[in-house]
């Protein structure tokens, strides 16, 4: 049981390349999200999806997309990366609760750097 | 929106207790979530209060007034591998399950 896995770890990219982050879990989790996490910041959330074929705006989309075809993976897309985009990525799961949350599990993370 | 404040960092000495505050204001209210994050590590799951009072995990404690809008981790005993930031989060009830908003975080540093 692997938990929540990122692919890749790190990356570095140039202005206005493109790129997809790759978030991977084996808990059956209905639920998956992208976060970004910036000193001094809280994690701040980019994109969700509450079941397969389903992703929602969280509160800083812009910039990128997302996709969720299987259920166990959440894809996260930058089509033209910008230098205000290096930060940190963190995926996470939970499962649903009817009425209420559920503890989310999150990945080890990518570090990302745009110059 | 929702607004949550906690200290930026707290200094403690091994062995010692130290009390990590947090006040928020959400729209509704659906529990409350404290996670510990290690410097370059994802963050873990602590604890979770939905009604008020205090909950007693270990070395760890949670407590929470919902009529105040406000939370504390508490922290015994304090090891070396306690040093991290601790999220506190917030979940409202804007959408019907309940998204998290994180707090900034609170560093810990133990020293010895």
């Known amino acids: 049981n692997a938990g929540v896995t990122q692919t890749p770890k790190f990356r570095v990219l140039k202005t206005g390349q493109s790129m997809t982050l790759l978030c991977a879990q084996d808990m059956n989790h209905e639920y998956m999200y992208w976060y970004r996490q910036d000193p001094g910041m809280g994690l701040r959330l980019i994109h969700y999806?509450?079941?397969?074929?389903?992703?929602a705006k969280g509160e800083v989309p812009d910039g990128y997309n997302v996709s969720r075809l299987k259920k166990q993976n959440f894809l996260l897309g930058l089509e033209s990366a910008a230098p205000s985009q290096t930060s940190v990525y963190f995926c996470a799961s939970s499962y649903q609760l009817a009425g209420g949350v559920d503890t989310q599990y999150f990945g080890p993370g990518t570090r990302l750097t745009v110059l | 929106g929702q607004n949550i404040d906690q200290p930026t960092e707290m200094t403690a000495t091994e062995g010692a207790i130290v009390q990590i505050n947090c006040t928020y204001q959400t729209s509704g209210f659906n529990g409350l979530f404290w996670y510990q994050q290690h410097a370059g590590e994802a963050p873990t799951f602590l604890s979770y209060?939905?009604?008020?009072g205090l909950e007693e995990k270990g070395r760890f404690s949670s407590f929470l007034s919902r009529s105040k809008g406000y939370s504390y981790l508490l922290l015994k005993e304090l090891q070396m591998k306690d040093s991290a930031s601790y999220l506190c989060a917030p979940a409202g009830t804007t959408d019907s399950w309940g998204k998290l908003q994180f707090g900034a975080g609170t560093q810990v540093v133990v020293t010895p």
């Open positions: 999806s509450v079941g397969e074929g389903t992703t």
């Open positions: 209060n939905v009604l008020d």
